[in-house]
T-cell receptor, first 114, second 114 residues
Framework: AQKITQTQPGMFVQEKEAVTLDCTYDTSDPSYGLFWYKQPSSGEMIFLIYQGSYDQQNATEGRYSLNFQKARKSANLVISASQLGDSAMYFCAEGGTSYGKLTFGQGTILTVHP | DTAVSQTPKYLVTQMGNDKSIKCEQNLGHDTMYWYKQDSKKFLKIMFS???????INETVPNRFSPKSPDKAHLNLHINSLELGDSAVYFC?????????????FGEGSRLTVL
């Protein structure tokens, strides 16, 4: 069974600085995808970035990049130039080829200080 | 135009009542899901439907009955509500294999059982 671990319950960062949110995964699927979602206090789930297990390069989307280390089974999210609006809960998730579902980690609350 | 819409957004009801949450997606996806987010923000899949066929039932009590009249709709009916059913319920949709595509979430339906 898939398992996603986010070891940082909460993180703090100063505005304009970069921050890394950790995620490790454990899956037996030969092909899988790794995702990060943002959940602000308003409650909606916002897709941020996706990394395929066979992608050679790390995914980037604007200020978000995914530091994918396959051998270590880690998929850390890097947010550059943090903004106050980045304060939210962040979830890492993994999806495999079977059944089409995502398994989520416990989440990390990020607080950006001015 | 909202991609995944669910109603109602808020639901407050007494223990023992029956309630339904409706979900519709206009993305043309084949797969729809119900996820439950508990008070600790943990997100867990409940059900998945692919082309109106039940694919995943993650040991959810029989009091929860999903119904998919067509591939654009997935409703959730809950019988004999219990206090522990209080949570935010998210509907989502995706292409079939989530190793290549993300979930698109609705805004969530916050259920409070008194």
């Amino acid at each position: 069974a898939q398992k996603i671990t986010q070891t940082q319950p909460g993180m703090f960062v100063q505005e304009k600085e970069a921050v890394t949110l950790d995620c490790t995964y454990d899956t037996s699927d030969p092909s899988y995808g790794l995702f990060w979602y943002k959940q602000p206090s308003s409650g909606e789930m916002i897709f941020l970035i996706y990394q395929g297990s066979y992608d050679q390069q790390n995914a980037t989307e604007g200020r978000y990049s995914l530091n994918f280390q396959k051998a270590r089974k880690s998929a850390n999210l890097v947010i550059s130039a943090s903004q106050l609006g980045d304060s939210a809960m962040y979830f890492c998730a993994e999806g495999g080829t079977s059944y089409g579902k995502l398994t989520f980690g416990q989440g990390t609350i990020l607080t950006v200080h001015p | 135009d909202t991609a995944v819409s669910q109603t109602p957004k808020y639901l407050v009801t007494q223990m023992g009542n029956d309630k339904s949450i409706k979900c519709e997606q206009n993305l043309g996806h084949d797969t729809m899901y119900w996820y439950k987010q508990d008070s600790k923000k943990f997100l867990k899949i409940m059900f998945s439907y692919n082309n109106k066929e039940l694919i995943i039932n993650e040991t959810v009590p029989n009091r929860f009955s999903p119904k998919s009249p067509d591939k654009a709709h997935l409703n959730l009916h809950i019988n004999s509500l219990e206090l522990g059913d209080s949570a935010v319920y998210f509907c989502a949709s995706s292409r079939w294999q989530t190793n290549t595509g993300e979930l698109f979430f609705g805004e969530g339906s916050r259920l409070t059982v008194l």
